[in-house]
């Protein structure tokens, strides 16, 4: 998807909710764990509860990944269940070598081969140019690369200092801004370092920020918009556990809807005032 469609989908939709599928086994619906593919079977009516509501689905692969070839299958047949006019997030944070991070690429871009095709990838970008490159040749596909995190942890590099004016985590933005363009490049930016969003503008004031972090880990969506929103919005806000873990009973799916429209409401409130 193209940054002119995401855009049209804000504004039709007056949501920019990514809901977060970090479907974990063992916290799904007991009920739902008879069916065959219990991960796809939870997946498939949090999508359908919820796809009113949201622009975007980003898959945390590393709750697949750890199924082995069941989650992979799980991963795959999310992927094809996911509606075409929401962006696809696949949250798999690679990177590596050039020819192994084109690799990484057809994995998530590449539908010929690997099954799926993503029209995202989150990207650490601590390896450099060479590691992020493949990721930005495929047409109308994005990387999304890790800037300043979400997590406590986040303190230990990201915010030392690069050079006199700058911490390493803008250092990283203005150096990733020239690799792509803001029609191919996304930064991570969590929701937990609101008061940060002024900096991130300052460096990145077109790009999109996927931003997690509100719900379960806290961030403040006001604060988020105050500062870090530009004039096409320039935000999807992430939240998974909120949402998709919102009852663990049978109205599993029905209270995640409520807990989308909620965030959606809010959403819509402040694309007006913009
Ligand atoms: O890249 C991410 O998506 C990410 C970056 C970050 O700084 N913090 C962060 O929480 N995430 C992801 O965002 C999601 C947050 O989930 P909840 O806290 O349950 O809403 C998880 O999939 C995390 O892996």
């Known amino acids: ?15 920019f909710l990514c809901i977060g599928l970090d479907t974990d086994i063992t916290k799904i619906p007991a009920h739902l764990l008879d069916t065959e593919d219990p991960v796809f079977e939870f997946n498939k009516q949090i999508i359908d509860a919820t796809k009113e509501y949201c622009v975007s689905y980003k898959i ?3 709750f697949y990944e750890s199924r082995g070839l069941a989650g992979w299958k799980s991963l795959i047949d999310t992927w094809n269940y996911l509606p075409k006019d929401t962006f696809s997030i696949a949250d798999a ?33 601590y390896m450099g140019t060479d590691s992020v490159k493949p990721f930005l040749k495929f047409k109308d596909k994005w990387a999304i690369i890790l800037a300043l995190t979400s997590n406590e942890g986040s303190k230990d590099f990201q915010f030392l200092q690069a050079d006199p004016e700058n911490k ?22 969590g929701a937990t370092r609101g008061d940060a969003f002024l900096t991130i503008r300052k460096h990145a004031p077109n790009h999109f920020l996927l931003v997690p972090g509100v719900g379960a880990q806290g961030g403040s969506l006001a604060d988020v918009c105050k500062y870090g929103m530009n004039k096409d919005c320039g935000l999807l806000i992430n939240s998974s556990r909120a949402v998709i873990y919102a009852s663990s009973g049978h109205d599993f799916a029905q209270a ?14 402040i694309l007006e005032a913009m």
Do not use: C, H
């Open 168 to 189: 390493l985590f803008e250092k990283v933005i203005q150096k990733a801004a020239d690799w792509g363009s803001n029609e191919n490049i996304m930064f991570v930016v």
């Open 256 to 269: 995640a809807r409520e807990e989308a429209r909620k965030v959606q409401n809010e959403m819509a409130i």
């Open 93 to 125: 944070k690679r990177g590596d070598i050039g020819n192994t991070s084109e690799m990484y690429a057809k994995a998530f871009f590449d539908q010929e081969s690997s099954g799926m095709s993503f029209d995202s990838v989150t990207v650490a970008p």
């Open 1 to 15: 998807m193209n940054r002119k469609k995401l855009i049209e989908q804000i504004r039709l939709k007056k949501s």
């Open 60 to 62: 945390n692969t590393a």
